[in-house]
Each structure stands twice: as C-alpha cells, then as structure tokens.
C-alpha cells in the first residue's frame, strides 16, 4: 500500500490498490472486481475528489491514439493523455485546442470533469470543448454519449467530477494550429479597473495577478499572431525571485507587505514573445500553492477582488500569493460554475506551507456574497444545501448518477457528503 498525495500536498491517502492498466479489458477487469474506484488525473485537484482507501487507477499508460474526424473540426482524444501530451500531438497534426489554462500537466479528462479554464471573455471551459464520451460504467462495459446519443448522460458527463463512470476517450472541438502572442507589463489596479472592458475586449485572452499589499498588478494578454521565425522558449513569470519572497514571508510576516512592493518594483520591465499556442498557454507552476477560486457575474469581479484585498490590509492577513483574474463565456453544462452566467474568475492562492484554512474561509464568505460558485476541484466549503441552491441542475444530474451507478461505485467520502448521496434531499 503506498501513499498517494495530491500536487499540493494538502490530500493524501493510502489506497488498498493503486493500478494503472494498459489496456481496455485489463481497466475493465479492474472495475468489474473493485468494490469503490476512483481515478486519478495529474492529481492537481486541492479538493479530495480523488481521495480513495479502495481503488485508485491512472490512465496515464492506457493505449490510445488521437482519432481525427474528416472536417478537422473534432477529435477523439485518450482521456488520460495530459494535455501537455495531447496539445503536442495536436500540433503535429495542425491543430490546437480552442483555449487552455495556466499550466498543462493535467489530464484532458481531470480538466473536463472540473470545468477547468484558462481566460477570454468569449472562450468556455475545457469542459465546454469536450462534445462526446467513451465511458466506462461500474460493470466494466463501454459506452458512448453525445449531444445526440444518451443525451441526459453527456449532458451530465460534460463536468461530472467522475461521478458517471471512467472517461476513456474524449471527443473534443479543436481549431487549426495558431500562433499567440504574449505580452505581459505593470499596470496600476485602479487603471485597470477603471479601463477594464476595453482592456479586457482588445485581446482574445486576458488575465491579471495582483499581490494583496500592492497596488501594482502584473497585466497579461495573449492574441492569435503571425509565426516569428523559430520559438525560443521563456516563461510568463520569473518564479525564482517570488520564492525566495515567498520563503521569506512564511518566516518573517510582518515583512509580507514590504516584500510584495519590492517585488512588483523590480516586475516593471514589459515583455513580449511569440510561440506556437500550445507552448505558450502553458507555464510553469513550480512554487507549491493552495488555491480557492470562485467564478462570479463578471461585474461583480472587481468590486469582490477590491474588497478582499481590503480584508487582507484591514486585518493584516500574512497573504504571500497573489490574486489572479481572470473572464470565462457562459455555458449550459449542468453542473458547470459558468452555467447560464458569464463570468469573472477570482483565484486566492496561499504559498503551501503556510496556514491557508482561516483565511480562505473569510475571502469565500466575500465571494459568496457576490454571487460566486466555487470551482470544484478548489478549496470551498459548500454544503448540500448550498449546492441545491446554486445549481439548479442538481436533482437532474444525481438522477443520472443513480441510473448508471446505483451501487455508488465510482463515490467517495467527499462526493457523498457533498451531494448529499444516500440521504434525503435537503
Ligand atoms: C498548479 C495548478 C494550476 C492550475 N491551473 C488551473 C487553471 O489554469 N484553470 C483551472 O480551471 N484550473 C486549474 N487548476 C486546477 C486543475 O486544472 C484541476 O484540479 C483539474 O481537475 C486537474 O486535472 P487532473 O488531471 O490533475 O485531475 P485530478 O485532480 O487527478 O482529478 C480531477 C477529477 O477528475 C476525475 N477524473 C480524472 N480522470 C478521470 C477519468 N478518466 N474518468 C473520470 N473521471 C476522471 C477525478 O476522479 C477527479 O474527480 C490548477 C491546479 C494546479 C495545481
């Protein structure tokens, strides 16, 4: 039995059996025998969706190729793949996918189920992109849902935080292959909240990071470009400075304030470059963080990121990461924090290492108050209720959970307690 932890460390557990097959019948023979079964992605959620003391399997190394259909316009995908591996291949082919997020070591599968996201006012989640399902079901069959085939299974499926069954494949939208441009300089907040909705329609991607203590924050965009000869790599942010403002912070927070200035002074130089889209979405992520986030009415973003940074300085709350904003399009998926509402992404990050709990648990009252929806697979606090009343959807998405799982193989401790699974509706 070894120990399995998630990437911040803040999950562990100890699975009976933690299995990676490489075939089809081999995962199927897995599923038919286990009593409770979880699988694992990159394991990058903060929440313990994954956390199982039974059955924990990866699909990392399942066979599988890239199915693309004749109009170029979708592709089946292996739902293990990272989307490191899969946007690699799509390049190959001359593709790439509609939109992505900060970093790609996830799995296109973990990223579907939680309604991962990157930023563009007009661009919807990972989840949003994903148009058919190969499933597998607690009796180890295969079956396939699209818009037009088992149509309450897929719509419950596009962000099902794996509820439903193990994602085999994954059939996605993608785009032909393109180019980004990024641009990244120091912006004042108040400009930024003052010229927010022309800032935000100049390019196709927006998003910002601001320290608690600053009144700078670090601008950045990216827009579809012209190839400039051979790309030469780099990064978005220089992380090697912000640790060490981080390790010092966690030691000495009085001087968390100082320290955050002093860093965003020495941020000031703009810098651009031009890179292939699946090169350039992605960025490092090496400084270990925990990270609530909560998607609210765009116009409720700023004001809810002003007053939490307010709390912060009021009560000299030792915050060492910053915010990050952030726009995702309305969807219509069930389950989805973007369902029937557009909206402004606010992410509140804690270096790993220090106390997060208290702090996460005042900003979400804020975020709440503004009309925020947690990001599930990211610290919050929801109960059932809570989730009732956020998501109309909920009793038609647990229907269909009952129907293709009545045994509840596929649920764990998390999942039941906060669906409220096997016990009366609130
Ligand atoms: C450094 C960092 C950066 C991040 N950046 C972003 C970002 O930019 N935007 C954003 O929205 N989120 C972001 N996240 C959150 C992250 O995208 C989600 O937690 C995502 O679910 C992680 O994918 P994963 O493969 O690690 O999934 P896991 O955490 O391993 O699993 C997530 C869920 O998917 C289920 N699952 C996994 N594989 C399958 C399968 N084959 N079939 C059925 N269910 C399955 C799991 O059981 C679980 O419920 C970030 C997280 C970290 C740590």
Known sequence: MSEWSNWSGSVKAQPAQWAKPKTVAELSSLVRQANKVRVVGAGHSFMPLVHTDDTLISLAD??????????????????????????????AEGLSMINQGDINPQSLAGASAT???????????????????????????????????????????????????????????VLPAYHLEERISRM????????????AAATRHMEFFVFPYSDHVIFKTLHPAAP?????????????????????????KPMIPTLQRMLMRLSGSPSRRVGP???????????????????????????ALRAAIAHIRTNRMPIAFPFEFRLT??????????????????????????????????????????????????RHTLTTQDVYDLYPRTA????????????????????????????PRP
């Open 329 to 378: 399009a309305a969807d219509d998926i069930w389950m989805s924090p973007f369902h029937t509402g557009p909206g402004a992404s606010v992410s509140f990050h804690q270096y790993a290492p220090m106390p997060w709990r208290s702090a996460f648990n005042e900003i979400e009252a804020i975020f709440r108050s503004a009309g925020g929806r947690p990001h599930w697979a990211k």
């Open 396 to 423: 038609e998405f647990l229907a269909v959970r009952q129907s293709v799982d009545p045994q509840g193989k596929f649920v764990n401790a998390h999942l039941s307690e906060l669906f409220g699974i096997g016990a």
């Open 228 to 252: 400039e000869g051979d790309y030469a790599g780099g990064e978005d942010i220089d992380e090697s400075v912000f640790k060490l403002v981080c390790e010092l912070g966690a030691v000495a």
């Open 277 to 303: 889209a699946w090169k350039i979405f992605p960025s490092e992520r090496t400084i270990r963080f925990e990270e609530m986030e909560y998607e609210m009415p765009r116009e409720n973003g700023m004001p």
């Open 115 to 173: 309604g991962t996201h990157g930023t563009g006012a007009e661009l919807g989640s990972i989840s949003t992109q994903a148009c058919g399902f190969r499933l597998m079901q607690a009796d180890g069959s295969v079956i396939e849902c699209g818009p037009d085939q088992q149509p309450d299974l897929y719509q419950a499926q596009r962000l099902s935080l794996g509820l439903l069954g193990i994602a085999i494949e994954i059939r996605i939208h």
């Open 188 to 199: 004042r907040l108040d400009e930024v909240a003052e010229r927010f909705d022309e800032l």
């Open 62 to 91: 399942l066979e599988g190729k890239i199915e693309i259909a004749a109009d170029r316009k979708t592709v089946w995908a292996p739902a293990g793949w990272s989307l490191d591996k899969l946007t690699e291949a799509l390049w």
